[in-house]
């Protein structure tokens, strides 16, 4: 008795590559980011792709993952896994939102007591950040003051950084105290429009026309510049 045999094709996939590090939901990371892949199967293969923002008229194709990577700005990672005979893994899509990294001071500050005037160089590990800074006497820092950035201020006691309240503009509450911009449904068609913002002086992220760009020059502290208590904040920004 003759037994009839048939051949079935087996598909492989592969599996989805593992990226580090993995984005935090709705929480920025610092730039750079460096990157690395890799793939569960022994022997897989690596393709991947970073979109950012200034990329997005004309997305970049796959290339080969080599080894980690740096990014440095806002965007998307998109990689997958292949190997000849298997099919391509599931895709892997990540989206990444990268900050300034925060200035560093050298040298540092904190505790430390410094008897004679010091230099202090200023820097961030974003490239092309641009480093602002205040230098304050601790008698000032950190000071609260009302700087209009609006039209009109609400109440003397309306100390709410770093929204204050503003007033309905149109809608059924129109001319009616409201709590910050976003506050659409107290204003129901109307719009909520702060009239003003308290900031503080010595925070360049907060009112930075008060605030020097670092040009590279260390910082001198002294009796002169900021008194026996200096307080020198500096702020990263890139656009």
Avoid: H
Avoid at 40 to 61: C, N, Q, R, V
Avoid at 151 to 164: G, K, M, T
Avoid at 187 to 196: D, M, T
Avoid at 221 to 230: F, K, R
């Amino acid at each position: 008795q003759r037994i009839g045999q048939a051949s079935l094709p087996i598909e492989v996939q592969l599996e989805p590559p593992v990226v580090s590090p993995l984005p935090v939901p709705n929480s920025p990371v610092n730039s750079p980011v460096i990157f690395s892949i890799r793939s569960p199967t022994p022997g897989g293969s690596i393709l991947y792709k970073f979109d950012s923002a200034e990329e997005a008229a004309s997305l970049p194709e796959f290339v080969p993952y080599t080894g980690p990577f740096s990014v440095e700005t806002t965007g998307n990672l998109t990689a997958k896994a292949v190997m000849e005979g298997a099919t391509d893994s599931e895709e892997v899509f990540l989206q990444y939102l990268l900050a300034t990294s925060p200035v560093v001071f050298d040298p540092s500050g904190g505790d430390r007591v410094f008897t004679t005037s010091v230099s202090v160089d200023l820097s961030s590990e974003t490239v092309g950040a641009a480093v602002y800074y205040t230098l304050c006497n601790e008698s000032e820092w950190p000071r609260i003051a009302n700087r209009s950035v609006g039209e009109i201020a609400q109440v003397s006691s309306d100390i709410c950084y770093p929204l204050c309240r503003g007033l309905c503009a149109g809608g059924a509450r129109d001319g009616l105290v409201c709590q910050d911009e976003n506050d659409v449904s107290l204003c129901g068609l109307g719009v909520c429009v702060v009239a003003i913002k308290l900031v503080r002086e010595c925070y360049p992220s907060e009112w930075l026309p008060g605030a020097t760009l670092f040009a590279g020059d260390p910082v001198v502290l002294n009796s002169t510049s900021g008194g026996s208590g200096a307080g020198l904040t500096a702020w990263g920004s890139k656009d």
